[in-house]
């Protein structure tokens, strides 16, 4: 079915109800996570304490991760300095540009890895075209700019049209 293509493998409202050890059956050892309003919200420099210590435990149950941001190289360096992670910015999800760096930066097969975001349009795409585990999570804050509106209100009929 073509609407395949839209869909994630798990739909959860957020990074920290993710089942990691689930994951972590399945073989999947490498993360690759979104940055903006999927670790933290898009208008924000701060990382609260719960992901902080999230990101602490999956590093500590040995999963290897990194960031792939559609977001400016400012941006993207701040947080990877604040987690001590590697990134990726200005990635050009859903295109495999920043992608392929990711998978070279990680060094796993793509049976191994999982990309985590919160848009259809760019995460999700990104992680069914190159064929690999794909989860989409809620937006931490909701945009209100007409464009983030009109594709939210896509994702949401997407969304919808699954179950
Ligand atoms: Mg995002």
Redesign the pocket.
């Known amino acids: 079915m073509a609407n395949k293509f839209f869909y994630p493998d798990d739909y959860v409202d957020s990074i920290l109800n993710i089942n990691y050890e689930r994951l972590y059956e399945l073989g999947i050892r490498g993360l690759i996570f979104?940055?903006?309003?999927?670790i933290v919200p898009y208008n924000t420099f701060e990382i609260p304490d719960s992901i902080l210590n999230l990101f602490e435990n999956l590093i500590a149950k040995k999963f290897v991760i990194c960031f792939l941001s559609n977001n400016k190289k400012k941006r993207v360096m701040h947080f990877c300095q604040l987690f001590n992670i590697h990134g990726f910015h200005t990635a050009l999800k859903p295109t495999p540009f920043g992608f392929f760096k990711a998978v070279k930066y990680l060094n796993l097969p793509k049976s191994e890895l999982a990309i985590i975001?919160?848009?259809i349009f760019?995460?999700v795409i990104c992680g069914r075209l190159q064929n690999i585990y794909t989860v989409l999570v809620d937006p931490i804050v909701e945009r209100t700019d007409f464009i983030n509106k009109f594709k939210r209100n896509l994702e949401r009929i997407i969304l919808s049209k699954k179950k």
């Open positions: 979104d940055i903006d309003n999927t975001g919160d848009q760019t995460d």
